[in-house]
């Protein structure tokens, strides 16, 4: 039985639980649900009406990281994506939180919506807003990103993990919108997308977001 996860690919909490699906080699398939312009058959999946939502098994979940925790569980031969050390599982699921919140916050609100939101609604883009953030609210969460690796080639543990994938799967949006930091700026942050970038199944995935309508 498949597990259907609805949402939209240039959601990043959509591309999170996508990536984490195709590194463990899950049987899922993906539904197109806009927040945007499907809000009532949203608010039947999910009560906070966002995206994604999971149906499986006759089993419906919300939230990527509620998700992600249930495919790690529930699929334990898979590729574990949750540090076994201590230290390594607190400092994974840290910066996913960050990403989740710090990262996704700066970058919904002031690149993404006024770029891609706005002409949904009707609206015309906003690129002084995206000058603001990229200039005055971006560079300290890159930055304090870029110290976190410290020289590691994966934010906890020796492998690639949640942390990766969460942050890897905020900065995506702003390659859409044409709005990366040069590599110079936030030379180990920059490498670390760029090794997430080059692994196959998350390449593959990139084409298929820069088809999307
Ligand atoms: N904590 C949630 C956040 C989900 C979220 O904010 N999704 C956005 C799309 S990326 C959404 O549905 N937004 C709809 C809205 O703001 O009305 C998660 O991790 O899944």
């Known amino acids: 039985m498949p597990i259907n996860i609805h949402g939209s690919p240039l959601s990043p909490f959509t591309r999170k639980v996508t990536i984490v699906a195709l590194e463990m080699e899950l049987d899922f398939e993906s539904h197109d649900l806009n927040p945007y312009t499907s809000a009532e058959k949203l608010a039947a999946l999910n009560p906070l009406k966002r995206i994604p939502v999971i149906e499986h098994d006759g089993y419906t979940l919300a939230d990527s990281s509620a998700i992600c925790s249930y495919f790690q569980s529930r699929f334990p031969g898979s590729l574990s994506l949750l540090p076994d050390k201590p230290e390594d599982l607190g400092k994974a699921l840290w910066i996913e939180e960050y990403a989740d919140t710090a990262?996704?916050?700066?970058?919904?609100k002031g690149v993404f919506k006024p770029i891609f939101v706005n002409p949904l609604m009707g609206k015309a883009q906003d690129f002084d807003t995206v000058r603001d953030t990229v200039v005055n609210k971006l560079p300290e969460?890159?930055?304090y990103l870029?110290?976190?690796l410290d020289g590691r080639t994966w934010?906890?543990?020796d492998?690639?993990?949640i942390?990766?994938?969460a942050v890897y799967a905020q900065l995506?949006?702003?390659e859409h919108a044409q709005q990366l930091p040069k590599p110079e700026e936030h030379p180990a942050m920059m490498a670390h997308y760029r090794r997430l970038q080059c692994r196959s199944l998350e390449a593959g995935l990139f084409k298929s977001e820069q088809a999307y309508p």
Do not use: K
Request: overall charge negative; aromatic content about 8%.
């Open 103 to 108: 990262l996704f916050d700066i970058i919904s």
């Open 172 to 174: 995506v949006n702003l």
């Open 146 to 148: 870029n110290g976190q």
């Open 141 to 143: 969460p890159l930055a």
């Open 163 to 165: 942390a990766d994938i």
């Open 159 to 161: 492998q690639i993990s």
């Open 155 to 157: 934010y906890a543990g």
